[in-house]
T-cell receptor
């Protein structure tokens, strides 16, 4: 199994441009997470989905960030317009909520805003 | 406040030496703690969780509620243990809160 698949792996854009990231979670996983990891830091949660419902988006900068998870499977995270400070690795993870919840991470998308 | 602290950014040891990666947490409830590892050019993956009380790749971690710590230990480090290690806390909202990570370098 491929695990959590993210694309693109790398993206370089100019500031003020829009950008979108895509995530395909592990089949059957109802919970999907988007994390942002700044250089030298641990991942920080942006948004968490249970199926197609965003149940925790308190850390998502809603003025420029948006996310969707149509049909409760794939998800996209968008930034419009991008700022220099958005340069980071964006990680997607998925899990099947049971007693032993384990989050499986994708390879991440490294965004560079110039 | 919910917080995970990893005080060391870098830990360097020689092969065969004992390793202890420190993790302290701040959480008002009953914590569920994890160690995640990221090897070079690989994705972040779960190493172990405190509720399993298991040893993975020779690593163990014991939850000490009195000291609010969850240090990761291995008696004899191997070169293949070189990686970034993240301690994480599962909050009530099913949100994983990560520390800043410790890079472990094991020299031959």
């Amino acid at each position: 199994e491929a695990g959590v698949v993210q694309s693109p792996r790398y993206k370089i854009i100019e500031k003020k441009q829009p950008v979108a990231f895509w995530c395909n979670p592990i089949s059957g996983h109802n919970t999907l997470y988007w994390y942002r990891q700044n250089l030298g830091q641990g991942p920080e949660l942006l948004i968490r989905y249970e199926n197609e419902e965003a149940v925790d988006d308190s850390q998502l900068p809603k003025d420029r960030f948006s996310a969707e998870r149509l049909k409760g499977v794939d998800s996209t995270l968008k930034i419009q317009p991008a700022e220099l400070g958005d340069s980071a690795v964006y990680l997607c993870a998925s899990s099947l909520v049971t007693e032993n919840t384990e989050a499986f991470f994708g390879q991440g998308t490294r965004l560079t805003v110039v | 406040a919910q917080r995970v602290t990893q005080p060391e950014k870098l830990l360097s040891v020689f092969k065969g030496a004992p390793v202890e990666l420190k993790c302290n947490y701040s959480y008002s409830g009953s914590p569920e703690l994890f160690w995640y590892v990221q090897y070079s050019r690989q994705r972040l993956q779960l190493l172990l969780r405190h509720i399993s009380r298991e040893s993975i790749k020779g690593f163990t971690a014991d939850l000490n509620k009195g000291e609010t710590s969850f240090h990761l230990k291995k008696p004899f480090a191997q070169e293949e243990d070189s990686a970034m290690y993240y301690c994480a806390l599962l909050a009530l909202t099913d949100k994983l809160i990560f520390g800043t990570g410790t890079r472990l370098q094991v020299f031959p």
